[in-house]
């Protein structure tokens, strides 16, 4: 019969196994059944040795580690940013499931067991087959204790409506951002320095000078002089010395300004513009059919 194994014993890239193949790696996701309630986290996943399918989720509700994990079918499970989303789970049902053990497979029989306790009826018989030399033995279910035969687990890959243990489809639309990071630059560099430039400058002085001021009087009643004044062409003369200022021009220096040179930071806005593309999900129905959520679904609610 198939074996099922956890896929990080298969391969220690697993976590790289799920990007190579396009699948979404719910490893380190966190669970959450019906309601909302967290229940764990989910640490491997089993896939079976015949198909090379994704058929289990391990979800460690204890944080033990993987023995005592919960075995969850994967066809159960919505994946969303924040976690793994087991709808349809709920407590009870999870309480009477099987839980992992390293030493222990997970044989046709517990496998059909957990089965009918998510199908909600424990007296069904699953749709699973027996691989036996009897054909008319098949679909019966379950192997028979003590015949000899080997049950063969039928996941129904072949069987669309059944979900069970089918990958959940998970289609990502990207969408292009602007990031905008900034780097400082030399933007530029101001010089302060200074030089002497000349001007005419008039100012206005007042000096003062002596003049020599005459004043003649006339006499009117003549006054005999003694002596000769005309002998020997002698004659008198007086001598009067005149004063003045004048202007002595000098150059001093004097502050008149103080300049200080300091920088400070400013903020502008600039408005940086350019084209970015993203993902819009297509829908293409051909004959008569019917698509849930259709009218939500396919509107861009971002336009």
């Given at each position: 019969?198939?074996h099922l194994?956890r896929?990080s014993d298969?391969?220690s890239r697993?976590?790289?196994?799920?990007?190579?193949?396009g699948?979404y790696?719910p490893?380190?996701?966190?669970?959450?059944?019906?309601g909302?309630q967290?229940?764990?986290?989910v640490?491997?996943?089993?896939?079976?040795?015949?198909?090379?399918k994704?058929?289990y989720?391990?979800?460690?509700?204890d944080g033990?580690?993987?023995?005592?994990?919960?075995i969850?079918?994967?066809?159960l499970?919505?994946?969303?940013?924040?976690g793994?989303?087991?709808d349809?789970l709920?407590?009870?049902q999870?309480?009477?499931?099987?839980?992992?053990?390293s030493?222990e497979?997970?044989t046709?029989?517990?496998?059909?067991?957990?089965e009918?306790?998510?199908?909600?009826?424990?007296?069904?018989?699953t749709s699973s087959?027996?691989?036996m030399?009897?054909?008319?033995a098949?679909g019966?279910?379950m192997?028979a204790?003590?015949?000899g035969?080997?049950g063969?687990?039928?996941?129904?890959?072949?069987d669309?409506s059944d979900r069970?243990f089918?990958?959940?489809?998970?289609l990502?639309l990207l969408?292009?951002?602007?990031s905008?990071?900034?780097?400082r630059?030399l933007?530029?560099?101001?010089?302060?320095g200074k030089?002497v430039?000349?001007?005419?400058?008039?100012?206005?002085v007042p000096?003062q000078?002596?003049?020599v001021?005459i004043e003649?009087?006339p006499?009117?009643?003549?006054?005999?002089v003694?002596?000769d004044?005309f002998?020997d062409g002698?004659?008198?003369?007086?001598?009067?010395e005149?004063?003045?200022e004048?202007?002595n021009?000098?150059?001093?220096?004097?502050?008149t300004?103080?300049?200080?040179v300091?920088?400070?930071?400013v903020t502008e806005?600039?408005?940086?513009?350019?084209?970015?593309?993203r993902?819009?999900l297509?829908v293409?129905e051909?004959g008569?059919?019917?698509?849930?959520?259709?009218?939500?679904d396919?509107?861009d609610?971002?336009s």
């Amino acid at each position: 019969m198939p074996h099922l194994h956890r896929l990080s014993d298969i391969s220690s890239r697993f976590s790289q196994d799920f990007q190579d193949t396009g699948i979404y790696n719910p490893i380190g996701s966190a669970a959450y059944i019906s309601g909302g309630q967290r229940i764990g986290t989910v640490r491997d996943v089993l896939v079976d040795d015949d198909q090379g399918k994704i058929r289990y989720l391990l979800v460690d509700d204890d944080g033990g580690g993987l023995e005592g994990a919960r075995i969850i079918p994967i066809g159960l499970a919505r994946i969303e940013d924040d976690g793994v989303h087991f709808d349809g789970l709920t407590a009870a049902q999870l309480s009477s499931m099987h839980r992992y053990s390293s030493d222990e497979d997970y044989t046709f029989d517990l496998q059909s067991s957990d089965e009918r306790v998510l199908r909600g009826d424990t007296g069904m018989t699953t749709s699973s087959t027996q691989t036996m030399t009897d054909t008319a033995a098949m679909g019966t279910g379950m192997a028979a204790a003590g015949t000899g035969t080997t049950g063969s687990y039928n996941y129904r890959d072949e069987d669309s409506s059944d979900r069970m243990f089918k990958t959940p489809g998970r289609l990502q639309l990207l969408e292009e951002r602007l990031s905008v990071n900034k780097e400082r630059y030399l933007a530029g560099q101001v010089e302060i320095g200074k030089h002497v430039e000349t001007r005419q400058e008039t100012v206005n002085v007042p000096l003062q000078r002596e003049e020599v001021v005459i004043e003649r009087h006339p006499v009117t009643e003549a006054r005999p002089v003694q002596g000769d004044v005309f002998a020997d062409g002698a004659s008198e003369t007086v001598r009067v010395e005149l004063e003045a200022e004048r202007a002595n021009v000098q150059k001093q220096a004097v502050v008149t300004e103080e300049v200080e040179v300091s920088k400070r930071t400013v903020t502008e806005q600039q408005t940086v513009t350019d084209t970015v593309g993203r993902e819009v999900l297509d829908v293409n129905e051909t004959g008569n059919v019917r698509v849930i959520g259709d009218d939500d679904d396919r509107r861009d609610s971002r336009s």
